[in-house]
Structure formats: C-alpha cells, structure tokens
C-alpha cells in the first residue's frame, strides 16, 4: 500500500469520525424537533412560535449578546489604545493586569461577582453601611446583572486582539502620516482605526458567540428573565424534550446566521507578522498632572478588575457558617482546601474533573494532530471539509451540544452508531473532547501550517522513515503548538459548566457542579477554594502561553 | 553516451500544465552541472524530480546504471542542500550532521568521527554543539552541506545555494563550494538563476526554458555558441537585429541590415543560413561606432553606462532598432549622430538564426 493510499485511508477514518460525532448529533436534534410520537410533525415548531416566552427568551439572548459587544468595546478599545499607545507608569505591570478576566472561567468570575456585589456582597453592603439603608443597594439580577458579568470578563477580547493588531501596525505609517501634515485624531481616525478594523470584527464576533452561548451568569443571576440557553435547560427539566430540540435548533440558527453576518473578519494572530518595519513606540506622556491622573484611573480600573480574584481567595478561608452580617468574616481557616485533598466527597469532583478533562484533552489533541499531518499542505481530498468539521463546535453554543450529545447517546441503535453513553463515564469525556476540538485543531494546524516543508524533506533526502521523521524531527517542532493547543483545551474543560450540568451523573460530578451544590448549600467557602483552584490552573496555562510567546 | 547521473526524457506536468518537458541530460562521474534558467523554466521541478519529491509522467532517472525513478527519496541516497537549508532547528550543529549517518545505522564513536569529519570539510570542525539560530547565514549553509555529504550520498544536489547569502560572502562561498565539491569528487546537480554562479560552479551549465532544455555546454560554448536567440540573450550582453541574408561570402555571408550590407563571419558548427528573413544576436563587443559613411548602420547614440574604462552606449538606429555597442568611454556624446559596423576580425559575437526561431 503506497503513502498516499494509506493517507486517504486514515483521512477517510477521521472525516467519518468528525462527522459521527459533531454533524450527527446535530441533525438527531434537527430531526427530533420535527419528529413527535405519531410521526413527523410541525407541531413543536408551531408550539414554539406560539409562545411569546420563546420569542422573548431568543430576543433576550439576541440584544443580551449585542450590548455585550458594545460594553466590552467601549471597555477594551480605549484601554488597549491607552496601553498601547501610551507610556504610563507601572504601564507595564497594569496592561498585564488589564488582562486578568481572562483567568476566571466563566461559573467562578459568577461566583465572584455574587460574594462582592450579591445581596450579602462585600461591596453591597459596604455601600448599604455607607448609606444607612435598610436593604441592599442593588439587587444582582436579571440583564444588569447579566451584562455586568459579560463585560467583565468579554471586554478582554476587545482588548487583546486590539493590542495585537497595534503592535503588528508598521511605525513608519504613523511617521508617514505624521510627515504629511496628520494631527494625532487624523492619524487615529484614518490610520490606525482603519488597521484595526479586522481585529474588531473579529473581537466582536468572538465576543458575540461568547455571549450568545453564555451560560452561566444568565443561570445564576437571571432569575426571571431567559435567555435561550437557559430556556432550553428549564424547558428539558419541564419534559418537553421535543420543544428543547426546537429551541436549540433556533439558537444554533442564531449562531451560525452571526458567524456568516460576521464573516472575513479576523483574529489577530502574533506570530505571523504582517509587518514590515518596526512596531511603534510608545508615547511618552510628559505632563505631570495628565500622568498622575491617568496613572490613577489606571490603577483605580487595575484594583476593580482584581477584586474579584482577591475576593474569592477570602471567601476560600472563610468557615462554614461563621459569616452571615459582617462586613469582612470573621475567622479564617485552611480547612477548606484541606477538605479539597481529604475529604473523599469533596476530592471527588477535584479528580473526576481532572481526568475527564485530561482524556477529552488527550483525544482532542490526536484527532487534531493527526488531521493536520494529513491535511495541511498536501493535496488531500476533504482537508477542507475536515478543517471546517474541527472548527464547527467553536460556532455552536456548548448548550446546543449538550443538547445535541444528550439526545444522540441516549438510544441504543448500533447499526445507527448511537449508543446508550448518557449516564455513563464516558458521556462527559465524550462531550469535552467535541468541544475541545476547535481550541486543540486550531492552535495544532496553525503549528503544522508553520512549518517548513523543506525540513521533511531534508529529512527524507537523509533516510530517515516517516517514523523517525515524526518522532525526531515533526513533534519536537510541534510541540509548542501541541502545548498551547492541549492546555487550552485543558483548562476549558476542567472549568467547564454548560455541558456538564446537562449530563453529569453523581459519579463523574465535575468541579463546577460541586460549586453549584456546595453554594446551595451556603458552604460559600468551599465553593470559593474550587474557584481558586480553578482559577490558579487557567492563570497558569495563560503564564506559560505568555512565557512562550514572549520567549519566542 | 552513458553517464554516471542519466536524466532520460523527463516529463512532468502539473494540472496538465507542462514543467518539465522531455529533458535528457547526462553526467559523467564526479562531473558539476549547473541549470540555469529564469524562474519557471523547470529547474527546481527537474532538481525535485532527481530527488524523489515528484514522480515524472514519463521518463527515467538512472544512477551507475540503475532505475531510481520510482525510488522513494528515502531510499534514493542523494544528498540535497535546500534554498533555506532546512536546517533542523531544533538540533544542535551535530544532530543534524548525524542526522543522515543515523539512518544508516552508523553509531557510537564511528558517528562522532564521521560526523567531525564531516564538519571539518566544510572548516567548522569543532562546532559540534552550537545551536543553528547561533550561526551565521554562511555558516548554516556549510553544516547543511556537511548534512547532506556525510552520509557520502551518490548524487549531490544543490538548490539556489547561495541565494540566502548576501552579495559579498556570495562570491567567496561559490570558490569554497567549488573547491569542496571537486575535493569530495561527487556527481553535482546545481540549480541556480545567477549566470556567475551556474558560470563559476559548474562544469558544463544546462539552460532551461519552458521546461525544455535549450543548449548544455562549458560556459565558453555557451557565449560563443548560442544554439539558439534565448541561450544567446540569456547569456550575457546583447543585441537582436531582423536582417536579410543576401547569400555566401568568402568568410561567411553577407547579409542586409535596412540599406547597408555587412559581411559578418559565421560561428564555427553552426549550420548554412539560407538566403532570407534572418534574426541577427549581435554581442556589443563585436559593434564598433564610426561616423556616419557608407558600410555603416546610420544611428543616434540614446544613452551611455560607463563599465570600468570603456562604455555600453544605447544607440536606436533610423530603423528604428536598439542596440548596444561598447567603446571607450568618450569615444562620443548621448545625442551624437554615429555610424555602427561589426568590429571583428575573427568570428564570434555575431549570430545569424532563422527568422522565426526563439
């Protein structure tokens, strides 16, 4: 059997593959919403434009994730432009701290904002002293709430990706416009803007997904008011699974209709420079009034970024049942870490989460290697068709594959390839490694593509086998990229909340269920030491995904 | 003939789209070749098909007598050097020497003293742990030589070899790449778009073009015996002329340029010229300027570029053709009204071909 028969072969396998578990699963969905007890039917989709709560919860998730885009890039816009343009003090230090939402997975920056701006926050009732009033100040709930969260933790797309595409902007340009008579608003509105136009659209539509596919905040904080991804998990708790396949096929529509609006834009991408020259200095600012005040607001926007991090490292030491009223607790322990390592109720989670998260990495990572060794650069049949399979759960709300995984694991029918799976181990593991795929596929055949074909080449003119070639030369070289890719996927699904709380089983709990029930509980501190956990492992993948691309 | 390195009627075509279009070639044993041509002429596809990395449509690659068309370029036993080296980054100086001996089963100190022989060759002995990023351009271009000889590879194959360097170290590294290769005595392919290079390293030069192999000879056959109008522009300075052969003369023939006549001696092995349409590849060095007389294309000087004492002077003549002529570098003005004749005594520097011919 020559090379390329047997690439084709194993190119077929993965597409099969792909296919079986991202695109049919979603086509069960497709065809349960229109399939009822008595055969096809077009009754849940007449039920469910028929109900306003419907129309109002796909309205909700539709404007929710609008604002947040306009909230995260009044944030994210000026500060990167801040840092990016000007030379601050400690601007060093802030334009990294600027960065950190990013390190809280999305249940514990929640988690966080509930213990300080909560009805029993510190900030609430901080204010509520302040004030001399009777109740809270505020109440955290519904689309304020929600969107405060959204642009806490989003802003932070506008921001980097604004930076990127700062520093690959040539200075020459700005010393070209500058030496054609261009003041600093002229320069910003007709140069540097324009640059940055693709990076924008492609932090909006991240942005965008993000927040139609959020899960979270609209779960804590929402209360009454829906949003699609919540409707669909009350409405599955209701029974009326056929109507949830509807609902999901609407927000499925929603998200791929925003992918195909928001087309041609792009995510600023370091390592391939665009540019030529230099990138641009800094500005320094010389006033010293300006630079105090700026430093000022700066470190003032540092500390509230950081006070959900500090806040929930409190929460982690406080006792169960010792805080109720008081401002600050009122007595610390370690014993809520330790119940983490000996506690075997509460290790649970900790481990369980940890090798499903490991497994669906591990899968992840082999599937998206061994697509883009075959794929990339070579003349393959379906490579394309195998890229856009990898990239799609990127485009599809975790809900929407929960949902999809869900129904396609709970019937046995092998000649059909569905297998009974949910309420099993594997379900989890199964349903992070669908997800995982686009973050792992996209750093790995990013890797592949850079690099140079010659090498191979060398290496066949030298002897050696295929074998020898991956393994001395092809993974060493890949191995960044396979690290970025791996740890990424790692740190998703080990923090990850939408698709376990739809198949978890008791057995397989992961992290995040725990801190859902350990909160229902008012075991806060408990719920406080996962998050830290959880948040110490994303910041350090992010530290070592910085060390690197600052080292290389 | 048969050669040490035989290249038999090699086609190649991508997406119908013809690269290489029946090139034969042969080399002798320890022999240099250059190919030399523009970009797309199929010389990096030829170099690509001797190395295994594209299979022809038709044709052979004979090597001592045996077929290695369909040889896998695992097994081929050619050494190449890439345009960019395609230098293991991640392996010091050393591993990436080692890296072919290891294939073929060399361990222990045999390695190490193979691998050191192999870098003393090319002057970097002791450089066995440097990393690649630490070394210089001229340096990466001696350990990707030493990489590809150390496993004493049957066929050499060089691709735009000094390409990366820049233009002061260029010179230097082709007499060391010379030196080194004639040392070792192995059967080179070299694919270059640089006459000096393709001049200076090979021992025969073969010029491409479409695909098609145009004319192999020394560089001295090359220049004085253009087999056709593109090897004669391609290689070196000239001119083309539409002329009319009158007929034969006592030392060549006689040919009409406009109004004027000039008896112009024919390049030896090339065949009679029929009486007719012909194009005339005139070198500017067979040109000499006159003043305005008979026997003289009449012409006005255009532009001048001074080399070294003398000149090239641009002159259009009332025919409206270009032509180059060199002469001392006052010999006249830009504007000046000038005569041009053929300044040879003896043959060369003029070519008659067919009209028609390309």
């Known amino acids: 059997m020559t090379a390329d028969r047997r690439r084709q072969i194993v190119g077929a396998a993965i597409l099969v593959l792909l296919l079986w578990l991202v695109v049919y699963p979603l086509l069960l969905v497709l065809v349960e919403g229109i399939h009822g007890p008595n055969g096809w039917t077009l009754d849940f989709v007449r ?26 890039a009044l944030i994210g816009i000026p500060l990167a432009l801040l840092f990016g343009r000007y030379d601050l003090p400690g601007g060093r230090v802030l334009s990294g701290l600027v960065a950190l939402p990013a390190v809280l997975p999305p249940l514990v920056g929640v988690l966080a904002f509930l213990f300080l701006y909560g009805e029993s926050g510190f900030v609430s009732l901080l204010v509520q002293r302040m004030l001399g009033l009777e109740e809270p100040p505020w109440r955290l709930q519904g689309a304020g709430a929600i969107l405060l969260v959204h642009a806490y933790s989003m802003y932070v797309y506008f921001y980097l990706f604004t930076r990127a595409a700062l520093s690959s902007l040539d200075a020459s340009l700005l010393e070209a416009a500058a030496s054609l008579g261009a003041g600093r608003w002229r320069t910003l509105r007709q140069v540097v803007l324009p640059h940055l136009y693709p990076a924008l659209g492609g932090a909006a539509l991240l942005t965008f997904m993000t927040s139609l596919a959020s899960f979270s905040a609209p779960y804590i904080f929402g209360g009454g008011f829906r949003v699609m991804t919540t409707q669909i998990v009350a409405t599955r708790l209701n029974g009326e699974n056929e109507l949830a396949m509807v609902e999901t096929i609407s927000l499925a529509f929603v998200a791929l209709l925003a992918l195909w609006l928001l087309r041609g834009t ?80 509460r290790s649970r989670p900790l481990v369980n989460s940890l090798w499903l998260a490991s497994a669906a990495t591990a899968a992840a990572v082999g599937i998206a290697l061994l697509a883009g060794l075959l794929s990339v650069g070579r003349r393959v049949r379906g490579a394309r068709v195998v890229e856009g399979l990898l990239a799609l759960p990127w485009a599809v709300p975790g809900t929407v594959f929960a949902i999809a995984i869900a129904t396609a694991f709970s019937v046995r029918a092998p000649w059909a390839g569905r297998f009974i799976l949910v309420g099993t181990i594997w379900i989890l593991p199964l349903a ?32 050696a086998s295929r074998w020898r070639t991956l393994r001395r030369v092809t993974l060493p070289l890949l191995r960044p990229a396979l690290l970025a890719g791996a740890s990424l996927a790692f740190v998703t699904a080990f923090g990850d909340f939408v698709t376990s709380i739809m198949l978890y089983t008791y057995d397989t709990r992961p992290i995040s269920m725990e801190i859902l029930s350990s909160l229902r509980q008012s075991d806060v501190g408990v719920a406080a030491a996962y998050g830290v956990v959880l948040m110490l492992v994303s910041a350090a993948v992010f530290a070592l995904g910085a060390e690197r691309g600052g080292g290389g | ?32 070749v250059a190919l030399l041509g523009p970009s797309g002429s199929g010389k990096t596809t030829t170099l690509r098909l001797l190395a295994g990395f594209e299979t022809p449509d038709s044709g052979r690659v004979l090597v ?19 345009q960019h080296y395609a230098l293991f980054p ?64 049957r066929v050499l194959l060089l691709d735009e070899p000094l390409s ?70 391609f290689i070196g300075r000239s001119s083309t002329l539409e002329v009319s052969v009158l007929g034969a003369a006592p030392r060549g023939v006689r040919v009409a340029i ?74 006249v003005e830009p504007g000046a009204r000038v005569g041009i004749m053929p300044s040879r005594r003896e043959g060369g520097g003029i070519h008659l071909f067919p009209a028609g011919e390309t």
């Open chain 2, 258 to 331: 406009g109004g004027v006549e000039w008896e112009i001696e024919v390049g030896p092995g090339r065949p009679p010229i029929r009486p007719g349409p012909a194009m005339m590849l005139v070198r500017p060095e067979a040109l000499r300027l006159t003043p305005p007389g008979p026997g003289a294309v009449p012409a006005t000087i255009t532009g001048r570029r001074f080399v070294g004492p003398s000149a090239l002077f641009q002159a259009v003549t009332d025919q409206g053709a270009e032509l180059e002529v060199a002469a001392p570098a006052h010999a």
């Open chain 1, 432 to 463: 992070y490694l669908v997800r995982n795929l686009p973050i792992t596929s996209r750093a790995i055949l990013a890797g592949v593509r850079a690099l140079d074909p010659s090498l191979d080449e060398a290496a066949a003119t030298l002897g």
């Open chain 1, 266 to 345: 792009r995510t600023p991408d370091s390592s391939a420079g665009g540019r030529k020259g230099s990138g641009p200095t800094r500005v320094p600012v010389r006033r010293p009034a300006v630079r105090i005040a700026l430093a000022a607001v700066a470190w003032g926007l540092a500390a509230f970024l950081l006070l959900p991090h500090l806040t929930l490292l409190l929460v982690s030491f406080v006792p169960l049942g010792t805080w109720t009223t008081e401002p600050l607790p009122p007595a610390y322990t370690l014993q809520n870490y330790l119940a983490l390592v000996t506690d075997p109720v």
């Open chain 2, 164 to 233: 990366n360097l820049d233009p002061t170290l260029r010179e230097r590294t082709r007499h060391e790449i010379r030196e080194l290769i004639h040392r070792v005595g192995i059967t080179t392919v070299l694919v270059t778009h640089e006459q000096d290079e393709a001049f200076e390293l090979g021992d025969r030069v073969a010029v491409l073009q479409g695909g098609r192999l145009e004319q192999v000879g020394s560089p001295d056959e090359l220049y004085t015996a253009p087999a056709n109008p593109f090897v004669g522009g």
């Open chain 2, 90 to 153: 991640h392996l010091d100086v050393g591993e990436n020497v080692a890296f072919g001996l290891q294939s073929l089963g060399v361990r222990g100190p045999d390695l190490a003293e193979r691998g050191a022989r192999a870098l003393e060759l090319v002057d970097l002995a002791g450089y066995e742990r440097r990393r690649i990023g630490q070394l210089s351009g001229g340096q990466q271009q001696r350990v990707a030589l030493a990489r590809a000889l150390a496993p004493e590879p």
């Open chain 2, 1 to 32: 003939m048969t050669g040490f390195l035989q290249l038999d009627g090699l086609v190649k075509r991508f997406d119908g789209v013809i690269a290489v279009d029946r090139l034969s070639l042969s080399l002798a044993r320890g022999e240099m």
């Open chain 1, 47 to 72: 039920l469910f434009l028929h109900r306003p709560t419907e129309w109002r919860a796909l309205w909700g998730s539709l404007w929710i994730s609008l604002v947040s885009v306009v909230l995260a």
């Open chain 2, 64 to 82: 001592d007598g045996e077929d290695v068309t369909r040889v896998e370029p695992v097994a081929r036993r050619f050494g190449m050097v890439f």
